[in-house]
């Protein structure tokens, strides 16, 4: 069964620092992996995806995501953090890689805050 | 892209009471999806909703506590029956647009349950 797993539930770093949120999967197919962010009070937005072609996937407001499959990690940069960037990420994996019939699995979530 | 909404955006209710949830979204889609975000916490799948056919649940979620509708393919609604206060979570709807299989994301609606 395919999973992620987060690890750190809560980093905090300060403006302008690099971040690195950490994501680890596990798939007994090829992986179709994402990253969102929720805001506060808010839903979900896509903020990238891996679906088998670059292995370094650029997403919306300079984060981006390096695929290592012998590392089997997804783990989620960002060069400077902005205080906007505070928020919960969470790293998915489609339950049956790239499919139409897929549905996407959640992991635990972390949270990164912004030291002024 | 799907632009996804949701009705209401939150509630409060009593123990024992039900409520029905509404996401409509701007586009037709095939797949949608009903999630529950305790607090706190991650999102777990509920459901899966395809017009036509019967909603198909994960487990530890069942049809008369969550029953879903699907009437077309741009509308559904999951309704919360029989609610106690751990039914107290954001409910989510999402759907699968383009030829991507993206999942998109309502805004979710805040249950607290009294």
Known sequence: AQSVTQLGSHVSVSEGALVLLRCN????????LFWYV???NQGLQLLLKYTSAATLVKGINGFEAEFKKSETSFHLTKPSAHMSDAAEYFCAVSDRGYSSASKIIFG???RLSIRP | SAVISQKPSRDICQRGTSLTIQCQ??????MMFWYRQQPGQSLTLIATANQGSEATYESGFVIDKFPISRPNLTFSTLTVSNMSPEDSS??????????TY????GPGTRLTVT
């Open chain 1, 25 to 32: 999967y596990s798939s007994s197919v090829p992986p179709y």
């Open chain 2, 25 to 30: 979204v701007d586009s037709q889609v095939t």
């Open chain 1, 108 to 110: 635990s979530g972390t």
């Open chain 1, 38 to 40: 929720q805001y506060p």
């Open chain 2, 90 to 99: 954001i409910y989510l709807c999402s759907v699968r647009a383009g030829a």
């Open chain 2, 102 to 105: 993206e999942q998109y994301f």
